[in-house]
């Protein structure tokens, strides 16, 4: 439409005058994705989004994800402006991770090698020994495994548990979960397969065990992406937020994509999985963000450097 139009024509005037660019997660708008493409920013899982932030020469990054997006391009990169579409935007896993209940758990385990999710507060991955995001969580605990570590993990529970038990580690784990991805149920994804049996299934490992021992191949936004674009199947049920389908059918042209089940909906639902959170970047919102530069990622200098060291961790054991 014209209005989307003027919108983006914005976006492009305002990335340029402030010498910005624009770094999206596979989750946000559509249009927000191919825009951050087009100018020459990126659209990936977080870990890229974290290490392409870092490298970017741009002195100002826009953000399009959630807050802890945000907070981890500010806590690698400090002198940089990091604006996002709305600060609002947060995550069920962050929220059900609060920082002082956290620090007692890590403190009843000292023995303990702490790991924590990406999707975390600073103050959470100040009180970390590793950072992981989902597509590197399994090879770091399986590295610390083999040193004979003892993991406490958190806070997501599924993720935790794909992890254990692909790895055997000793994890003790915080009981978190992300909205999203829980409500994908293992039953009605069943019976979905058995209606296309020559689908593949690709999982978010933040998905239920029952869904996860479904999976032709668990993995992060973008390693679901390769995965479409690589197996030999031309339709595939995908268990993750819907947002992500957009990029699987540029990189997959031809290949068709279906919803797995989730609670309440009905199998062929298009939107039942959607971050409410990430649906909080629009066009508007990040125009918006732009002309006033008011959503500004701010960090407490000292939990920033104490946090920075188990980003640092991950983004070197990934190098
Ligand atoms: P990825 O690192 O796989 O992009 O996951 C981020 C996220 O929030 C998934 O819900
Ligand atoms: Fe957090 Fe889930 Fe939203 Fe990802 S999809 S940002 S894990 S609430």
């Not at 929220?95 to 959470?124: I, K, Q, W």
């Not at 770091?140 to 580690?169: C, F, N, R, S």
């Amino acid at each position: 439409t014209d209005q989307k139009q003027a919108l983006k024509a914005r976006i492009r005037r305002q990335l340029e005058q402030h010498q910005a660019v624009l770094v999206a997660h596979y989750y946000v708008d559509a249009d927000i994705q191919d825009l951050a493409e087009e100018t020459g920013g990126c659209v990936s899982d977080s870990l890229e989004m974290a290490r392409f932030a870092r490298d970017h020469a741009a002195q100002t990054l826009i953000v399009a994800g959630v807050r802890f997006m945000g907070e981890t391009s500010k806590i690698l990169s400090p002198h940089k402006r990091v604006i996002m579409p709305d600060l609002e935007a947060t995550c069920s896993l962050d929220l059900g991770c609060d920082a002082a209940e956290f620090t007692a758990f890590c403190d009843a385990h000292p023995e303990r090698t702490v790991v924590v999710y990406a999707n975390t507060s600073a103050a959470v991955k100040a009180r970390a020994d590793w950072m992981v995001t989902s597509s590197i969580g399994l090879d770091i605990v399986a590295h610390l495994h083999a040193q004979g570590k003892k993991i406490l993990w958190a806070p997501d529970k599924h993720l935790g548990t794909y992890i254990q038990e692909k790895t055997g580690a000793d994890m003790l784990l915080w009981q978190g979960s992300c909205l999203v991805h829980d409500e994908f149920k293992g039953l009605e994804l069943e019976l979905l397969r058995q209606e296309h049996p020559e689908a593949k299934v690709l999982v978010h490992p933040e998905s239920p065990a029952a869904v996860v021992a479904q999976a032709d191949v668990v993995g992060s936004t973008s390693q679901l992406i390769r995965a479409a674009q690589t197996l030999d199947a031309t339709t595939f049920i995908v268990a993750t937020d819907m947002g992500l389908l957009h990029k699987m059918g540029q990189a997959a042209p031809g290949k068709y994509f279906i919803a797995a089940p989730t609670a309440g909906n009905s199998a062929t639902c298009k939107s039942c999985a959607q971050c409410p959170w990430m649906a909080m970047n629009s066009l508007q919102s990040l125009a918006d963000a732009l002309e006033s530069g008011a959503n500004e990622i701010t960090m407490d200098a000292d939990i920033g450097r104490r946090a920075v060291v188990c980003i640092d961790r991950m983004l070197d054991f990934a190098a």
